[in-house]
């Protein structure tokens, strides 16, 4: 007999497994566990099966939610993840690394009196599932179009474009710079948070569904965009994403010592130094780590100190906890990990030996203010109160900018004043005919499963365009 909606509401959440945080802080495998089948189970059988399905509304790409949970529990884990993948073509990955507790989670019901569904865990189940049990999508084959569809940039968006149209019966390649796919699922977020080889899964599956990759080449460089259309594609969609590192631009930024999250964690993840010596990438690895910033490049990187050796670590963070953008579940992992959370404390100068090497960080503390434009309340500093955080080794994880490679080349394509690419925020469409773009390129860094929205958009407005071109 099904349990009454009341007494679902009041069994807690069931809580994933995870490795000990001190145990975990010294290797780079994957920090929560996952779920059993009978975990999962259990935490389905909480779901109420609203009829209005809010918590559909708060995923940008739709999962059918109360659909996969019913399936999940009734045991039927095989249809669970079909349901999924009708919508998601990366439920391994958003499963770990979606702002659940902003997104599907928080719309459903159950948090306002306890705590929500675990979307995020029971779809990761779902995706872990059917890899275990090599079940791929039972999407029926669709009769090829005749199109061509290039794809710039293998991130998420770019990964969404492509599974969508594959499955419409275009030809579609994906051109991509680096020499691996994924984008920051694979150069950014570390391994101890999205195992590589759940990328590699997801990438393959898309592989096995007739999507061409091609690594190693820079549209804007090795190929133009007028030169996609001389090939003979029908439409390019740009994924390219907002990869630039950004400085704070404040003295002593060249010192020894100072570097980018995104060169730090980019020899971290996608030349694995911290393989050595089985991989020999260089990469510093200092005692006394500050990771400058409070979104999930800064626990990334300040997480990925610990584990290559430092002996403390500290994220400087000029606004408060609340204001912090990283997902809640990253920063409670930093600090039972041991990581140190200096708040309201923003860094003016950086402080340097005779030989040029980093040995502290001037720092100013910060009060509150009025909200500034993006609805956050802005820092003000507090005269007089600078102080010192010693450190050999500074992360700079303030944010990043549009990556202008492709942009540079292509003089006619419409960019913001942030040199973000213009694009319709319904349909992806560019200025330039035949071209969409989408993801982080055209809002700046954001999120995964928002890149994933972007991409399913522009790949519904290409097959309109494709379909009425004929
Ligand atoms: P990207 O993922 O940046 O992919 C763009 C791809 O285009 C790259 O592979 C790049 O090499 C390629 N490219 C660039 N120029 C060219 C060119 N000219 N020719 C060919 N290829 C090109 N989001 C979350 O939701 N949850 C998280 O926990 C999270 N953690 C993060 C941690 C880190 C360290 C970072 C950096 C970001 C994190 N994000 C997270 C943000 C999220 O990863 C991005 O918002 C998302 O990856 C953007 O997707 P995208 O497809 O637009 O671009
Ligand atoms: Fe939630 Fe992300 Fe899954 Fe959508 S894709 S249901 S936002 S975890
Ligand atoms: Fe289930 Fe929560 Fe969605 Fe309701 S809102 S269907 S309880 S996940």
Wanted: proline share 6%; charged share 25%.
């Amino acid at each position: 007999m099904e349990t009454a909606p009341k007494h679902r509401e009041k069994k807690p959440r069931v809580s994933m497994p995870e490795q000990e945080p001190d145990q975990r802080a010294g290797n780079f495998q994957e920090v929560p566990l996952g779920y059993t089948a009978e975990m999962a189970v259990e935490e389905a059988s909480r779901c109420l099966q609203c009829k209005k399905e809010p918590c559909v509304s708060g995923c940008p790409v739709g999962v059918d939610i109360p659909g996969f949970v019913r399936c999940i529990r009734s045991g039927e884990f095989g249809p669970a993840i079909q349901k999924i993948w009708a919508t998601n073509s990366l439920p391994a990955v958003c499963g770990r690394v979606c702002p659940q507790e902003i997104q599907c989670e928080g719309r459903c019901v159950l948090g306002k009196k306890g705590e929500p569904l675990a979307i995020g865990h029971l779809e990761r189940f779902a995706a872990d599932f059917a890899r275990d049990a090599c079940i791929s999508c039972d999407a029926a084959p669709v009769r090829s179009t005749g199109k061509k569809v290039a794809v710039v940039g293998s991130g998420p968006a770019g990964l969404t474009v492509a599974g969508d149209l594959i499955a419409k019966g275009h030809q579609v390649t994906v051109f991509e710079a680096l020499h691996k796919t994924g984008g920051v699922l694979a150069y950014g977020i570390p391994e101890f948070r999205l195992p590589k080889d759940i990328v590699a899964h997801e990438v393959a599956q898309l592989e096995r569904m007739g999507v061409r990759f091609e690594c190693n080449m820079v549209i804007g460089v090795t190929l133009t965009l007028d030169e996609l259309f001389e090939e003979g594609y029908d439409a390019v969609f740009l994924g390219v994403g907002a990869g630039l590192p950004r400085f704070m631009d404040i003295p002593g930024e060249t010192l020894i010592g100072v570097m980018s999250a995104n060169e730090y964690l980019s020899r971290a993840n996608l030349m694995k130094a911290y393989r050595f010596p089985e991989y020999d990438t260089p990469i510093p690895r200092g005692r006394n780590v500050a990771v400058i910033g409070g979104g999930n490049v800064a626990t990334d990187a300040a997480r990925s100190a610990l584990r290559l050796g430092a002996d403390r670590v500290s994220i400087v963070y000029r606004r408060s906890r609340q204001e912090m953008p990283a997902r809640a579940e990253e920063i409670r992992h930093a600090e039972e990990e041991g990581v140190e959370l200096h708040l309201l404390t923003n860094p003016v100068r950086f402080l340097g030996d005779d030989d040029g090497r980093l040995v502290g960080m001037e720092c100013l503390k910060m009060t509150l203010g009025e909200p500034d434009s993006s609805g956050r309340r802005r820092p003000v500093p507090e005269e007089g109160s600078e102080f010192v955080i010693e450190c050999d080794l500074v992360v700079v994880a303030v944010g990043s900018g549009a990556n202008p490679l492709l942009t540079r080349s292509t003089g006619d394509l419409k960019l913001n004043r942030w040199g973000y690419i213009e694009a319709d925020p319904e349909t992806g469409k560019t200025n330039l005919e035949g071209v969409w773009a989408g993801g982080d390129i055209v809002t700046g860094s954001a999120t995964v499963i928002l890149a994933m929205g972007a991409g399913r958009k522009a790949a519904d407005s290409i097959q309109k365009y494709l379909t009425e071109k004929g």
